[in-house]
């Protein structure tokens, strides 16, 4: 099993700011990471796959990088419809495997 | 438009079985591997198994090994989970989601509850 830490659980912050999400595997995973969105009461949204390849339709402030066992996903200007839930999902081998979630809270 | 509907949640006794299914619309259904994911009250997603799209290749994870069963009927475009002797721990939202490029989830359903309590 290829376990995950996502960091932070919290963050608080502001519309225009730049937020990191950083997520740890166990083991190297190449890019096999995905990032998805989730807003309270619905179902989660494809962000990111590959590490870095932007799903068609989502904003280009937007951005993921990494390999190997290290990987961060950036916001570069947060705005109002940004602050929801995020994980990260490595597709590696099974069992596929989630984060724990960094909740993006307004400061 | 691709479309996941999923149907069949509710309260079940613990040790009990419920069976939930998925209609898929707007895709080639029988093209494309599926999941089944699952999110606790306030909790965060767990994945719970995938499907292959000619159903040849299945995967679970521990935690529902040997008490659920996934299936599929591409002729009907549909998505199965067979869920037996159901926990308290296994009260979640469960989504049907559709797997793109070996791994990765593009679409997914709204979400069906399942409460399993006494």
């Known amino acids: 099993v290829i376990w995950m830490t996502q960091s932070p659980s919290l963050l608080s912050a502001s519309t225009g700011d730049r937020v990191t999400i950083s997520c740890r595997m166990s083991?190297?995973?190449?890019?096999?990471l995905a990032w998805y969105q989730q807003k309270p009461g619905k179902a989660p949204e494809l962000l990111i796959y590959a590490a870095s390849t932007l799903q068609s339709g989502v904003p280009s402030r937007f951005s993921g990088s990494g390999s190997g066992t290290d990987f961060t996903l950036t916001i570069s200007c947060l705005q109002s419809e940004d602050f929801a839930t995020y994980y990260c999902q490595q597709y590696y081998s099974f069992p596929r495997t989630f984060g724990q979630g960094t909740k993006v809270e307004i400061k | 438009e691709v479309q996941l509907v999923e149907s069949g949640g509710g309260l079940v006794q613990p040790g009990g079985s419920l069976r939930l299914s998925c209609a898929a619309s707007g895709f080639t259904f029988s093209s494309y591997s599926m999941n089944w994911v699952r999110q606790a009250p306030g909790k965060g997603l767990e994945w719970v198994s995938y499907?292959?799209?000619?159903?040849?290749?299945?995967y679970y994870a521990d935690s529902v090994k040997g008490r659920f069963t996934i299936s599929r009927d591409n002729a009907k475009n549909s998505l199965y989970l067979q869920m037996n002797s159901l926990r308290a721990e296994d009260t979640a939202v469960y989504y049907c989601a559709r797997d793109l490029r070996g791994g990765f989830v593009d679409y997914w359903g709204q979400g069906t509850l399942v409460t399993v309590s006494s």
């Open positions: 083991q190297g995973i190449s890019s096999y």
């Open positions: 499907i292959s799209s000619s159903s040849s290749t299945i």
